[in-house]
């Protein structure tokens, strides 16, 4: 995925670019267009056959949201669902000036779903995809700044986009443009580090917090923003802190009779508080190093989704799992564990115990590639299974591509 966005090598992108300054790749330096993962013929049909509901749809006028029932409506007998797109509506109000969002492609547009796994790889962080459609002449949203990093594939049409440097530096999830409307007013008033039309095949990445605004110009513009949220420092500092609380001490009250409108008091206490957290920190950083980690992993499970299951082929799979080729399913956190006579496997949302014989198996399926019941380490094939028939109706391994 990342090759296809940026024109430079991956390390000069990791050290020079990414979470620092943006950078335009013009089509003739990248591989190919985009035209693959949204077209404006994929446009029409994501709107008018596809079945699109709110939140998964918004439009824009001049730096203004629409009201829902500009564009929202119910889809007659048997779908009378009133948050549904209604694509006449929506004619109306593209052909007044309106922006139109398609947000959370990559659960619902299977281009845009291959995509974004393949930027999850790529990246390591959560990754989401939203399209943006542009009438001429026209722009959706005043200049701001977003709290992802944010790789723009311009798609069809051409857009004029102007770039200023940051009003407030790697802004968090907490910290939205909002916080700083003068800022940026008088940001925009400076002269840009960027000032470009992107064309057809021409991307730009922009880390978080970079001040934008963007124009359609003589014809619709269609581009994907791919946004990444990255996980950062106080991310990390946080699951460490939360981790805190697995400690007894630091869930005992403080004292009876504090005054929090005493400001020594509470200088005080803060003060003690804080020696005590350094002090564990410190003596405990191996074990409150590991449960960090574990949070951020399920954290970033949440946040991912593994490859949708399809539901009907992974069962007719388990009904011949003695043959079937089968694969980890991909994205799917897991984490195995030996304990005693039994082996575990902690996933995001339970934890499955096997036999320990079954352990050199379950280890191979969640690290190696496809394999079938006769490959299996540990197992007779009457007993590999058995393993793999429930975790295909577990959803945790799904049937190979090269079955």
Request: aromatic share 6%; charged share 25%.
């Amino acid at each position: 995925m990342l090759s296809r966005c940026i024109a430079t090598d991956r390390h000069t992108f990791a050290t020079e670019h990414w979470g620092r300054r943006p950078l335009l790749s013009r089509s003739e330096t990248l591989p190919r267009d985009f035209v693959d993962l949204l077209s404006p013929d994929m446009v029409d049909e994501l709107l008018a056959e596809r079945g699109v509901r709110a939140p998964f749809i918004r439009l824009g006028r001049d730096g203004d949201l629409l009201a829902r029932d500009c564009y929202l409506g119910p889809a007659g007998f048997g779908a009378e669902m009133g948050d549904q797109v209604d694509s006449a509506k929506v004619l109306g109000e593209f052909a007044s000036g309106a922006t139109l969002v398609l947000q959370g492609l990559h659960r619902l547009w299977p281009p845009l779903i291959d995509f974004v796994r393949q930027a999850v790889d790529d990246l390591g962080h959560p990754v989401q995809a939203n399209a943006y459609i542009t009438p001429p002449g026209n722009r959706g949203f005043d200049p701001h700044y977003d709290i992802h990093d944010v790789f723009v594939l311009q798609t069809s049409g051409h857009k004029r986009w102007v770039v200023h440097e940051p009003v407030h530096t790697h802004p968090l999830p907490s910290q939205p443009w909002t916080d700083h409307r003068a800022a940026i007013t008088a940001r925009v008033a400076e002269d840009p580090v960027i000032d470009t039309v992107l064309n057809p095949g021409d991307a730009l990445y922009l880390p978080r917090g970079w001040v934008h605004s963007a124009q359609a110009m003589d014809m619709t513009s269609i581009h994907l923003t791919i946004g990444v949220s990255a996980v950062t420092g106080f991310d990390v500092a946080r699951a460490v802190i939360d981790q805190l609380a697995t400690v007894e001490a630091f869930r005992e009250s403080l004292p009876l009779g504090l005054d929090p409108t005493d400001q020594d008091e509470m200088l005080a206490t803060v003060t003690k508080v804080m020696a005590e957290v350094v002090g564990t920190l410190r003596d405990d950083a191996a074990a409150l190093s590991g449960g960090a980690a574990a949070r951020l992993a399920r954290r970033h499970a949440e946040r991912t989704r593994p490859v949708a299951v399809r539901p009907l082929a992974s069962l007719a799979a388990s009904e011949s799992a003695g043959t079937t080729r089968v694969q980890w399913r991909h994205g799917l956190v897991g984490t195995v564990e030996d304990s005693g006579d039994r082996v575990l496997l902690r996933l995001p949302d339970r934890v499955m115990t096997f036999p320990a014989s079954c352990a050199p198996a379950v280890h191979a399926l969640r690290t190696g590639g496809s394999t079938d019941a006769g490959s299996l380490p540990g197992l007779d094939r009457a007993d590999a299974t058995v393993l793999i028939r429930r975790l295909l109706r577990e959803a945790v391994v799904v049937p190979a591509a090269d079955r």
